[in-house]
């Protein structure tokens, strides 16, 4: 199995565009996680996904930040517009079933928004 | 909601030492641990994790322990090597929301 898969690996946007990141669950997985990585504020989750439904998305920072995961084998997190603090670098995981587990995380997103 | 502390934020230890991180949590309902190791540049990778019916867990060099009337709990790792360099996250879960501790920079010296 590949793992998580996550793309792109690097972005650099400027302030305003829309950054679209994307993520691939390990197949069989139905649980699916977005979180941002920054040294000031460690690791957030952000929204989470149950059988590609999201359950809770009191995470998402504001309404800039949407996500959506259209089948079980993909989830977009989506940004618009950018702004510089948005920097960070954001983990997909996923899990293999509902409620409490390993969590597998992919190699994550570096956003830099200039 | 739950809210999960940990400490110390940097450890420096000698080759061979043990290293001992803990954590507290608030939430009564929390009942899964885990903790996770972010080696430089890295993702989050789970290392050991224990559920709240048990006390104690080991794994080679790497134990977890739980208190849960005290909501703490901790990771121990004897003999400590260089590639135990790294920083470890701790987390509380409560059903499917999992909330992750500021983490501990652990620098093991050869």
């Known amino acids: 199995d590949a793992g998580v898969i996550q793309s792109p690996r690097h972005e650099v946007t400027e302030m305003g565009q829309e950054v679209t990141l994307r993520c691939k669950p390990i197949?069989?997985?139905?649980?699916l996680f977005w979180y941002r990585q920054t040294m000031m504020r460690g690791l957030e989750l952000l929204i989470y996904?149950?059988?590609?439904?999201?359950?809770?998305d009191s995470g998402m920072p504001e309404d800039r930040f949407s996500a959506k995961m259209p089948n079980a084998s993909f989830s977009t997190l989506k940004i618009q517009p950018s702004e510089p603090r948005d920097s960070a670098v954001y983990f997909c995981a996923s899990r293999a079933v509902a409620g409490t587990g390993e969590q597998y995380f992919g190699p994550g997103t570096r956003l830099t928004v200039t | 909601g739950e809210n999960v502390e940990q400490h110390p934020s940097t450890l420096s230890v000698q080759e061979g030492d043990s290293a001992v991180i803990k954590c507290t949590y608030s939430d009564s309902a929390s009942n899964y641990f885990p903790w996770y190791k972010q080696e430089l540049g890295k993702r989050p990778q789970l290392i050991i994790d224990i559920r709240s019916n048990v006390g104690e867990k080991k794994d080679q060099r790497i134990a977890v322990t739980l208190n849960k009337t005290a909501k703490h709990f901790s990771l121990h790792i004897t003999e400590t090597q260089p590639e135990d360099s790294a920083v470890y996250f701790c987390a509380a879960e409560e059903g499917f929301k999992t909330i992750f501790g500021a983490g501990t920079r652990l620098f093991v010296k050869a």
């Open positions: 996904f149950n059988n590609n439904v999201p359950i809770d």
């Open positions: 197949s069989g997985h139905n649980s």
